[in-house]
């Protein structure tokens, strides 16, 4: 027998984006009744999120500053024509911590574990015979469907590695690609989670998403005896492809996830350059917060007017990725990247917030590209 369950709003998906909404609204609408629907035992699934410290406003901090595990003052990049140290702060979260936080920080009430089976703006059904009746409901499962967008593929595996000794890192490596290239742009990521424990990912931006996880495991092991470091354990391990947005049909994406409100992934809302949806999931939720009708059908028609502009400003980014991943050679990728960062630390700054300037778009495509001129543009002429 079917039970119902009423309250003010439902999240489904208790991953980045739906964990972070429900911790905001916990803090600034404890008045309101929420549920946060989500079937595995683990909010936040098995995921190290990172960003920039210039990509979150200083007064939307808050919705992300208890679940930081570590943060750094700078970062660095290496390619095979340069070195450079930026001073942007950048900070990362662990999946486990952010669960185990989330679960301190919210009402003992609020998280259910459960599928969603179906849903609408003002209700969800699930798989354990109950049905939630809210007054708005939030979809926030990942991602929709795919076949609406034209995608490249940053696709990773990452270990945490416990090493003999400490490894003499300062700051994170952003992006080593002084490695050889293959498959694509390569490029190695690597954090300083501790005096003797790193976090090495090695990460490619192709055209294809399959991961060949022994090769790439085998390739870190090859990096850090490279870099001097006696590995003893990897402690965990991680692996995944994010879309690099190269165009597609924005509205189909939208209509494709059903007709709840939506966030994070299911709206399409992740960075078109990098795939990272951090950022974007912080302030979605601080506009949620602030939002005093909480209705599913006003839920659905702000988020989706909301979503819409992100993909409008996207559209600077998607023919960037257009020109990496159809004007370049997959080995001469890491050319593109090599160039931008000799740019200036505010211009990357904006960039992966998210908030190039009109003159910054000017200078990164200003010169000489490292690509094909024939190539450049056929990509600018179909744009």
């Known amino acids: 027998m079917t039970r119902t369950l009423t309250c003010d709003l439902a999240i489904t998906g208790g991953g980045l984006a739906g964990g972070l909404l429900a911790y905001a609204l916990s803090v600034k609408r404890p008045d309101l009744n929420v549920r946060l629907i989500e079937p595995e035992t683990r909010f936040g699934g098995n995921h190290v999120w990172s960003f920039f410290s210039a990509d979150i406003a200083p007064e939307d901090r ?169 590995v003893t354990a990897v402690l965990s391990e991680e692996n995944g492809a994010l879309p690099v947005t190269l165009g597609g049909d924005f509205e189909g994406y939208w209509a494709s996830g059903g007709d709840a409100a939506k966030i994070g992934m299911r709206a399409g809302m992740f960075q078109a350059a990098t795939g990272y949806s951090l950022p974007l999931a912080v302030r979605t939720a601080a506009k949620i917060v602030s939002m005093q009708d909480l209705s599913g059908e006003v839920l659905a028609r702000e988020l989706h007017a909301f979503a819409a502009a992100e993909w409008q400003i996207g559209k600077f980014y998607r023919l960037l990725n257009r020109m990496a991943f159809r004007a370049a050679e997959p080995a001469e990728r890491f050319l593109i990247y090599q160039r931008f960062y000799t740019l200036r630390p505010k211009l990357i700054e904006r960039f992966y917030a998210g908030k190039s300037t009109l003159f910054d778009k000017a200078r990164i495509l200003a010169g000489k590209p490292p690509v094909p001129i024939g190539r450049a543009l056929k990509v600018l002429q179909e744009t």
Do not use: C
């Open 62 to 230: 808050w919705i992300v500053e208890p679940f930081i595990d570590h943060e750094w003052d700078g970062y660095d990049v290496r390619f095979p024509k340069h070195r450079r140290r930026f001073d942007t702060g950048y900070a990362s979260i662990r999946s486990e911590n952010f669960d185990t936080k989330l679960r301190t920080l919210l009402p003992a009430d609020w998280p259910v574990k459960a599928g969603a089976v179906d849903l609408s703006p003002t209700r969800v059904s699930l798989d354990t015979q109950v049905t939630v009746a809210a007054t708005g409901v939030i979809d926030a499962r990942g991602a929709a469907d795919g076949r609406f967008l034209d995608v490249g593929w940053q696709k990773f595996l990452g270990q945490e590695l416990q090493l003999s000794a400490p490894h003499g890192l300062t700051a994170p490596i952003i992006m080593d690609a002084s490695v050889p290239q293959l498959d694509g742009y390569r490029f190695v990521y690597v954090l300083p989670f501790g005096l003797d424990r790193l976090f090495i990912e090695d990460t490619y931006y192709s055209d294809g998403a399959a991961i060949d996880r022994d090769e790439l495991a085998q390739r870190i092991a090859d990096y850090a005896k490279a870099q001097g470091w006696d």
